[in-house]
């Protein structure tokens, strides 16, 4: 059993390459990394039938189950593994299956609220703010989101619009505030190799070692 020795949190606006930062740090290093997407701990808004879950509001903290999520990063970082939800964008909704995650040196937990809630604020070792300007990340959204997402680009917008800018400017972007560490422009190259170059040496120091 291996118990973390290291937990980053990656938060920032949608858009701002906070996935891309992630994938890029641990590059060479994915099996010393246990990923925490809080993507994966939407509430499960199954329940309602598909138009209105379109219309929820996934920018407001309470859209989280973070009970549960402070459960499992918890149990990660006491060495214990977790069954994680997975959630399905285009359904707007988890999916049937959950994947079994087990502690590694490293736990990065990566989202836009990752830096919202106190008690988990308080487990991180490094907290990492990824900074893009707004027009910047709209049109990364929008070509993700028709491309890999599902979605009509008159729906990103109207989105964009009613709740993710609002949500972004109240919620979100107050949070930079507690970060160590402000990266402009999401997996810029030099944050990218000083970030890989920490996750390297918690990776290297716990390489065979039980704690
Ligand atoms: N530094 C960058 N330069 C150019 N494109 C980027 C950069 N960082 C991310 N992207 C692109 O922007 C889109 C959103 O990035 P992603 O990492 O998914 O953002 P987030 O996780 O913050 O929502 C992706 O298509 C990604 O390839
Ligand atoms: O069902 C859903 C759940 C979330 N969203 C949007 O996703 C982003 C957060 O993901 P990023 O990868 O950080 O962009 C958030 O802004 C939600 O609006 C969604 O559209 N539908």
Known sequence: ?????????????????????????????????????IDNYYDDLGHLPFEERAEANYDHPSAFEWELLREHLDALLDGDAVE???????????????????PTD????????????????????????????????????????????????EDVIEQYRATVKPMHERYVEPTKKTADIVVPEGAN???VDLLAEKVRAESTAGLGLDR
């Open 1 to 37: 059993m291996t118990t973390p020795s290291f937990a980053i949190g990656i938060a920032g606006g949608t858009g701002a390459g906070k996935t891309t930062l992630a994938r890029e740090m641990v590059d060479g290093h994915a099996d010393a990394v246990t990923l925490i997407p």
């Open 84 to 102: 994680m939800p997975q959630y399905d964008f285009t359904e707007h909704r988890r999916t049937e299956e959950t994947v079994h995650v087990e």
């Open 106 to 153: 490293v736990v990065v937990l990566e989202g836009i609220f990752a830096l919202y809630d106190d008690v988990i604020t308080a487990s991180l070792d490094l907290r990492v703010y990824v900074e893009a300007d707004a027009d910047v990340r709209i049109l990364r959204r929008i070509e993700r989101d028709v491309v890999e997402r599902g979605r009509d680009i």
């Open 189 to 191: 190259g030099v944050a």
